[in-house]
């Protein structure tokens, strides 16, 4: 019998650590995205590509994903189910950002 529990709770704690590694490893990759869309914002307002109304918009839309983001983490972990949505809204948001700095439309300083 304290075998059969022994091996009971050895399959628990192994079934929370792989969950905790895979919440984090959805963590670190949404994180990363968020990182690199904030960059491309940067990069598109330094060189004019992207003008200052427009900046204000995706930067607002990437607080819009951090709220949800924030939401997702208010248990203490990111389900399949909430990072899913979470990188549906931030392809969308990647889709902006090259239809905001593809537009033709620069600040003037980049004219």
């Known amino acids: 019998m304290k075998t059969l529990a022994l091996i009971a709770l050895t399959?628990?704690?192994?079934?929370?650590?792989?969950?905790?590694?895979?919440?984090?490893?959805?963590?670190?990759?949404?994180?990363?995205?968020?990182?690199?869309?904030?960059a491309r914002i940067r990069e598109g307002r330094a060189s004019g590509e992207l003008t200052r109304s427009e900046a204000h918009r995706l930067w607002a839309e990437q607080q819009r994903i951090h709220q949800i983001e924030r939401w997702a983490k208010r248990d203490g972990?990111?389900?399949?189910?909430?990072?899913?949505?979470?990188?549906?809204?931030?392809d969308q948001a990647s889709r902006h950002i090259r239809q905001e700095k593809h537009d033709g439309q620069t600040t003037w300083w980049a004219r």
Do not use: G, H, N, P
């Open 77 to 90: 972990f990111v389900s399949r189910e909430e990072a899913r949505r979470i990188e549906q809204a931030q």
């Open 11 to 38: 399959l628990a704690v192994t079934a929370t650590s792989a969950s905790a590694y895979d919440d984090s490893w959805r963590q670190d990759r949404i994180d990363s995205r968020e990182a690199r869309q904030a």
